[in-house]
Each structure stands twice: as structure tokens, then as C-alpha cells.
């Protein structure tokens, strides 16, 4: 009992002379550095009102150094729907409809003919006539209404096409600034235990030099120190690589790498899967199919219609006979159906595979909505797991064993052991907490294509 005392003893001292040795060495650079910047230079500078000003301009306007260069999620979310080419060019494509619909409903524009009658070639001269008209198509009633209703609902489901789009992008975003949190949480964490090592390998050194345990823990720690390092390397290289792809989704509206909020915490699901599946119903991507649908329902009636006779109205005016105005009107016969038929099989067959398409997206989203539900379920019950018990058990295990170990009474294999357990344990409650709130942002596009 003895022996351990003065051990343990000897140890208290060494770090706290280490400690205070510190403290005192800051204070007396800070007493000596201070009074001498304001010896020096302070009066200078109030002395020159130019460099005051300069002085002025540096603390108020210079850039913002590393560790305030974050950025949030909600900052994140605004850059990608303002910049993302994906979000940018579904709303070019809602352009495109307002164009195709005023082709669509525009009226056709009208003939202007000239003729000469009487050219007389190789005869005697005789009396010739020039004939003015002016001739207009004119549609079947109703098919220029079904023209504007297909572009209509064409831009409708572009609308919706791009509603879906931001929230598909909305949970890409989450989730790459999520994995961009976890390397830096993860990267944090290995930091911390190079701490515990270093703190490690001083008690181990004290020991030594006490012979109380072999140059061999020295040289374990040494490796387990540098196996360390070589994770934080890897996981320096996956921060570089998630946050390339976080900022490509912003659009490469950010030119460095800043630091992610990463206060993430263990946030229950409090949504019921019935109410998830209710919600879904009023999905953007389905409503976009359900105008697709209504958009081909629209051309099928126009292929029906095709048959009906379109008119051409012409007005005439001779130059002779100036009173004899005359008109004309041509139609069309509609003698052979082959094509009317032929338009209109196809634009039922259309039909047809877009209502197929809507059914199977409503399949999809049901089975990955249950999915997703599920694995929620099953993570949440882990994260409580840890949070109850295990990691509580793992810290207070690797406390307990350091003190044995500093006393002594149990080996350098055990406390590595212990420590590795600790270290998967935390590591593996902070990768399922992420992964939680990772579920968390795929349930709201399950089942729809990314």
C-alpha cells in the first residue's frame, strides 16, 4: 500500500509542476509583452492619424479567420436552391412551356397572294387583270382550346417537376453536409485521443523510469499513437472529398472550405408511418405525373379531332372589275383515316404508360417510405441503447482502468483493450447518430429518384 502511495505521489507531483511551470511561463510573457506594445507603438499610432485610420480599416474590414468561417444548414439550403444547375435548369424548362404554349395557341398567320391574268406570251396584245386575296386559316372549334390545355398542364407538371427537384436537392444537401459534420466530429474525436495518448505515454514513461513496467508499453503506445495518426489522415482526405461534393451541390458558390455546424443531436422521429404515407400523397412528384397524364388525355382528344375540317377563308379584289370583290373557302376531305387513326393509337399508348408510370411512383414511394421508417426505428432503439447505457459503461470502464493502471494493478494489454473498446464504442454511437439523422432527411424524397 505503501509503494503505490509514493507511486501515485510522485506522478501528482511531476504533472503538477508541469502545469504550474506552464501557467507561470504565459504570465510572464503576457507581463512583458503587453507594457511593451503599449510603450511602443500605441503612441505612434495615435500620433499618425493615417495609420490610426489604416488601423481602423484592418480591425473592422479584415476577412474572417478559419474557425469563423462556418457555414449552417439553412445557409446551405438557400445557396443550393439559388445556385444548383439541377434547380436552375428545371426552371429553364418551365420557361420552355410558356414558350410552347404560345406557339401552341397562336392563331396562323395569314396569306397574301398576287396573280396576273392575262400575260398574252406570243399573242397580240390583249387586256390583262392583276387579282389581289387574302387568305386565313381557321381551326375547328375546339381544337385550339385543347392545344392550350395541353400546354397548360405541360407547364404545371414542370412546376411540379421543379418543386421536386428542390426537395430532392434539398435532401442531398443534408445529406452531404451531414457526412461533411460526421468527418469533422469524427476528426475531432481522434484529435482528443492523441491527447489521451500523449498523457498516456507520460505516465508510462514515469513508470519506466521508476521500473515498474517495460520499454515495451512505451513502444505499444508509440504505435497506437502513430496508427492514430494515420486515421486522421484518412479522415482528413474523406472531409476534403464530402465537402467537394457538398459545395458542387451549392453550385461552386463557395471557392473554401468552411467549417459545418455540427451540433447534431439524437432527435426521436416523432411522425406515426401512417401520417408519413398521408403526407406523401401530396407529393410534387406525383402531382407532376398526374398533369403529364392530363396533358396526354388532352393531345389523345386532339388525335381524335385530327378528322375534323379546318377552313381557309380568302378575300379577293381584281384591278379591273373593282366592284366584283369575290371570296373563297376550302376545307379538307377527310376521305382517308390512317392517320388520325394512327396519331390517335399513339397518343392513347402514351396514355396509358403515364398513368402506369404515376401507379408504379406511388408503389415506389409507399415501399421506400416503409423502408426508411423502419430503419429509423431500428436506429433509434440503438442510439437509445447507447445513450443508456453503453456508452456511460465504456467511459466509466476506461476511467477505472486508468486508475488501476496508474496504481499498478492491472497491465499496459488492458488498458489498450479497454481503450480501443471505448474508442469503437464512441466512434460507433456517433456514426448510428448521423446515420439517424441521414434516414432522417431520405424519408422525405423515399422512394423518388435522386
Same mark, same amino acid.
Given at each position: 500500500?505503501?509503494? @503505490?502511495?509514493?507511486?501515485?505521489?510522485?506522478?501528482?507531483?511531476?504533472?503538477?509542476?508541469?502545469?504550474?511551470?506552464?501557467?507561470?511561463?504565459?504570465?510572464?510573457?503576457?507581463?512583458?509583452?503587453?507594457?511593451?506594445?503599449?510603450?511602443?507603438?500605441?503612441?505612434?499610432?495615435?500620433?499618425?492619424?493615417?495609420?490610426?485610420?489604416?488601423?481602423?480599416?484592418?480591425?473592422?474590414?479584415?476577412?474572417?479567420?478559419?474557425?469563423?468561417?462556418?457555414?449552417?444548414?439553412?445557409?446551405?439550403?438557400?445557396? &443550393?436552391?439559388?445556385?444548383?444547375?439541377?434547380?436552375?435548369?428545371?426552371?429553364?424548362?418551365?420557361?420552355?412551356?410558356?414558350?410552347?404554349?404560345?406557339?401552341?395557341?397562336?392563331?396562323?398567320?395569314?396569306?397574301?397572294?398576287?396573280?396576273?391574268?392575262?400575260?398574252?406570251?406570243?399573242?397580240?396584245?390583249?387586256? *390583262?387583270?392583276?387579282?389581289?386575296?387574302?387568305?386565313?386559316?381557321?381551326?375547328?372549334?375546339?381544337?385550339?382550346?385543347?392545344?392550350?390545355?395541353?400546354?397548360?398542364?405541360?407547364?404545371?407538371?414542370?412546376?411540379?417537376?421543379?418543386?421536386?427537384?428542390?426537395?430532392?436537392?434539398?435532401?442531398?444537401?443534408?445529406?452531404?453536409?451531414?457526412?461533411?459534420?460526421?468527418?469533422?466530429?469524427?476528426?475531432?474525436?481522434?484529435?482528443?485521443?492523441?491527447?489521451?495518448? @500523449?498523457?498516456?505515454?507520460?505516465?508510462?514513461?514515469?513508470?519506466?523510469?521508476?521500473?515498474?513496467?517495460?520499454?515495451?508499453?512505451?513502444?505499444?503506445?508509440?504505435?497506437?499513437?502513430?496508427?492514430?495518426?494515420?486515421?486522421?489522415?484518412?479522415?482528413?482526405?474523406?472531409?476534403?472529398?464530402?465537402?467537394?461534393?457538398? =459545395?458542387?451541390?451549392?453550385?461552386?458558390?463557395?471557392?473554401?472550405?468552411?467549417?459545418?455546424?455540427?451540433?447534431?443531436?439524437?432527435?426521436?422521429?416523432?411522425?406515426?408511418?401512417?401520417?408519413?404515407?398521408?403526407?406523401?400523397?401530396?407529393?410534387?412528384?406525383?402531382? =407532376?405525373?398526374?398533369?403529364?397524364?392530363?396533358?396526354?388525355?388532352?393531345?389523345?382528344?386532339?388525335?381524335?379531332?385530327?378528322?375534323?375540317?379546318?377552313?381557309?377563308?380568302?378575300?379577293?379584289?381584281?384591278?379591273?372589275?373593282? *366592284?366584283?370583290?369575290?371570296?373563297?373557302?376550302?376545307?379538307?376531305?377527310?376521305?382517308?383515316?390512317?392517320?388520325?387513326?394512327?396519331?390517335?393509337?399513339? &397518343?392513347? &399508348?402514351?396514355?396509358?404508360?403515364?398513368?402506369?408510370?404515376?401507379?408504379?411512383?406511388?408503389?415506389?414511394?409507399?415501399?421506400?417510405?416503409?423502408?426508411?421508417?423502419?430503419?429509423?426505428?431500428?436506429?433509434?432503439?440503438?442510439?437509445?441503447?447507447?445513450?443508456?447505457?453503453?456508452?456511460?459503461?465504456?467511459?466509466?470502464?476506461?476511467?477505472?482502468?486508468?486508475?488501476?493502471? =496508474?496504481?499498478?494493478?492491472?497491465?499496459?494489454?488492458?488498458?489498450?483493450?479497454?481503450?480501443?473498446?471505448?474508442?469503437?464504442?464512441?466512434?460507433?454511437?456517433?456514426?448510428?447518430?448521423?446515420?439517424?439523422?441521414?434516414?432522417? =432527411?431520405?424519408?422525405?424524397?423515399?422512394?423518388?429518384?435522386?
Amino acid at each position: 500500500m505503501g509503494k @503505490n502511495y509514493w507511486r501515485l505521489l510522485k506522478i501528482n507531483r511531476f504533472l503538477i509542476k508541469t502545469w504550474l511551470t506552464r501557467n507561470q511561463t504565459l504570465s510572464n510573457i503576457n507581463s512583458i509583452r503587453l507594457p511593451l506594445l503599449k510603450r511602443l507603438f500605441f503612441p505612434l499610432i495615435l500620433s499618425t492619424p493615417t495609420l490610426f485610420a489604416i488601423l481602423l480599416i484592418a480591425v473592422f474590414f479584415s476577412p474572417l479567420s478559419s474557425a469563423e468561417k462556418t457555414l449552417a444548414l439553412e445557409e446551405a439550403i438557400e445557396l &443550393a436552391l439559388k445556385a444548383n444547375p439541377e434547380i436552375l435548369q428545371a426552371q429553364q424548362e418551365i420557361a420552355v412551356w410558356r414558350g410552347l404554349t404560345l406557339q401552341l395557341t397562336s392563331w396562323p398567320l395569314p396569306e397574301l397572294s398576287f396573280s396576273r391574268e392575262g400575260l398574252n406570251l406570243g399573242q397580240k396584245k390583249a387586256e *390583262s387583270e392583276i387579282n389581289l386575296s387574302i387568305q386565313q386559316l381557321v381551326e375547328f372549334p375546339g381544337k385550339r382550346t385543347l392545344r392550350r390545355e395541353v400546354g397548360s398542364h405541360g407547364g404545371e407538371a414542370a412546376s411540379w417537376r421543379l418543386e421536386a427537384r428542390k426537395r430532392l436537392v434539398i435532401t442531398q444537401v443534408k445529406k452531404a453536409y451531414y457526412l461533411v459534420a460526421l468527418s469533422q466530429e469524427t476528426l475531432a474525436y481522434y484529435r482528443s485521443l492523441v491527447d489521451f495518448l @500523449n498523457q498516456s505515454l507520460r505516465t508510462a514513461q514515469l513508470r519506466y523510469e521508476a521500473g515498474e513496467v517495460p520499454y515495451l508499453d512505451i513502444l505499444r503506445l508509440e504505435l497506437e499513437k502513430l496508427r492514430l495518426q494515420n486515421e486522421i489522415i484518412v479522415t482528413e482526405k474523406d472531409l476534403e472529398e464530402r465537402w467537394a461534393e457538398l =459545395a458542387l451541390l451549392l453550385g461552386g458558390e463557395i471557392k473554401e472550405r468552411r467549417e459545418v455546424v455540427s451540433d447534431v443531436k439524437f432527435q426521436p422521429l416523432t411522425r406515426s408511418l401512417e401520417d408519413l404515407l398521408r403526407e406523401a400523397e401530396a407529393r410534387a412528384s406525383l402531382a =407532376a405525373l398526374s398533369q403529364e397524364v392530363e396533358r396526354i388525355k388532352a393531345e389523345a382528344e386532339l388525335a381524335r379531332r385530327s378528322l375534323l375540317p379546318d377552313f381557309r377563308l380568302g378575300l379577293y379584289y381584281p384591278s379591273l372589275r373593282t *366592284s366584283s370583290w369575290g371570296f373563297e373557302i376550302q376545307t379538307s376531305l377527310p376521305l382517308w383515316r390512317t392517320q388520325q387513326k394512327g396519331a390517335t393509337a399513339e &397518343a392513347l &399508348a402514351r396514355q396509358r404508360a403515364a398513368e402506369i408510370s404515376l401507379d408504379f411512383q406511388r408503389k415506389k414511394i409507399i415501399l421506400g417510405i416503409t423502408a426508411v421508417f423502419n430503419r429509423i426505428q431500428s436506429l433509434e432503439r440503438r442510439l437509445h441503447l447507447f445513450e443508456q447505457t453503453l456508452l456511460e459503461e465504456a467511459r466509466s470502464m476506461l476511467n477505472l482502468t486508468i486508475s488501476l493502471y =496508474a496504481q499498478g494493478k492491472v497491465g499496459f494489454l488492458d488498458l489498450l483493450e479497454v481503450y480501443r473498446l471505448n474508442r469503437e464504442t464512441s466512434l460507433a454511437f456517433l456514426n448510428t447518430l448521423f446515420e439517424h439523422h441521414l434516414a432522417l =432527411a431520405e424519408i422525405e424524397v423515399a422512394g423518388e429518384t435522386e
